[in-house]
Structures are given as C-alpha cells and as structure tokens.
C-alpha cells in the first residue's frame, strides 16, 4: 500500500523552541495533505488541510500563526510549531491523499511532541 | 459532517470473527463508508471503505446494510495485533474529502 513517513517520530524540547514536522508521500503524489493532533486517550483531530501550492485550511480554534504550515510540492508537507510550549505538547499526525472522496487516505506514524 | 455512532469498547477471543458495528442513519447518497484502525502509538491504518455493495479485501470484510444506515467491519479470524481503536467514517465523494474521526471502538483480544 502507500507510504507515508514522518518525521521525526518523538521531539523532546525546551519551552519557547519552534518545531518542524515533516510528511512525506514516498510513492505517490498527493493532492491533499492533513494535519492531526492527537492527545492521550482521546481521538484525533484535524488541524488543517494542506493543497500543493496554496495557503492551508484551518479548523475553527487552531491558531494559523502558532502552527505554520508549508505544502511546497506534491510529495512533502511540514508542520512547525512555533515557540511552543508545554500545552502543545502532543501526538501529530499527517495524511496524504489523492483524488475523491472514495479513495482512502494513508496516515504517518506520527511524531511525539513533548515540550518541557 | 453525517455522524456515526459505535460501541466504545468490544472485546473477542483469539482466532475467532469479530463484528464491529457502526450505525450512521444521517448517511447521503455520495458518502462514502470508511474504516480506519489505529494501533498504540502509531498513525491510523487504512482498513476498508464502501459505497453500497459488500466489500473484501485482504484485511477484513464490509458489510453495508441495504438502506446504507448501518454497517458492519468483520475480521473474519482475529488475531492479537488486531487489537486497536477502529473507526466508521463517512466521507462525501464530491465535496469535504476531510476525515472526522469520532471515539471509535476499541477493540480487545483476549489470548
């Protein structure tokens, strides 16, 4: 199936650090990428929506100058957390996507955000 | 976004079916029946997805009721690396290809 990978997988750092997440879609171009936060023992939630060469989407409450978000091609989209903090601290996960609704989308395997 | 409703929680023994239900009566005629599962500590897995007619792959079983109001995940012979969260999603074709992810069902596996 498709592969999606992330990086990196756990980020342990100091208050106040920014934070680049990277998500790569290794053999397929994607149309759409997503951005999710997760935090312990709840579901996840969508962030935003990322399209190849066009401002993200975000959801209502998700602060679009805390996390930055940069599609610049088909295959890589990043996430940075910007002067993070300890209530930032959490699961993100990415997924890539290509055509409609009927196609499934494939996950990464997540990066583990600890802020100290 | 059309919601689903599953159990919160299942549990089954090793080697045998195991049924998961998800019941979405708000269902439109272009959504699409999704079902991802998420390991501990691991990004969600692509399970199975259906529109209208029963569906089979190398992972599991879709069995999508005729009036599209229910439908059921089957695993037709767990195992314990199948213990997981899994998650019904609707997702429209031709509109929001966004993923609402609701508390799915969490599903253990009892050696």
């Known amino acids: 199936g498709a592969v999606v990978s992330q990086h990196p997988s756990r980020v342990i750092c100091k208050s106040g650090t920014s934070v680049k997440i990277e998500c790569r879609s290794l053999?397929?171009?994607?149309?759409?990428m997503f951005w999710y936060r997760q935090f312990p023992k709840q579901s996840l939630m969508l962030m935003a929506t990322?399209?190849?060469?066009?401002?993200?989407?975000?959801e209502q409450g998700v602060e679009k100058d805390k996390f930055l978000i940069n599609h610049a091609s088909l295959t890589l989209s990043t996430l940075t957390v910007t002067s993070a903090h300890p209530e930032d601290s959490s699961f993100y996960i990415c997924?890539?996507?290509?055509?409609?609704?009927?196609?499934?989308?494939?996950f990464g395997d997540g990066t583990r955000l600890s802020i100290l | 976004d059309a919601k689903t409703t599953q159990p919160n929680s299942m549990e089954s023994n090793e080697e045998e079916p195991v049924h998961l239900p998800c019941n979405h009566s708000?269902?439109?005629?272009?959504?699409?029946i999704h079902w991802y599962r998420q390991l501990p500590s691991q990004g969600p897995e692509y399970v199975i997805h259906?529109?209208?007619s029963n569906v089979n792959n190398r992972m599991a079983s879709l069995a999508i009721a005729e009036d599209r109001k229910s439908s059921t995940l089957i695993l037709h012979r767990a195992t314990l690396r199948d213990a997981a969260v899994y998650y019904c999603?609707?997702?429209?074709?031709?509109?929001?290809?966004?993923?609402?992810f609701g508390t799915g069902t969490r599903l253990t596996i009892i050696p």
């Open positions: 999603i609707l997702r429209d074709n031709f509109g929001n290809e966004k993923l609402t």
């Open positions: 708000t269902i439109s005629g272009t959504d699409y």
């Open positions: 997924s890539a996507y290509r055509g409609t609704g009927g196609q499934p989308q494939h």
């Open positions: 990322s399209n190849e060469g066009s401002k993200a989407t975000y």
């Open positions: 053999d397929f171009q994607a149309t759409t």
């Open positions: 259906g529109l209208t």
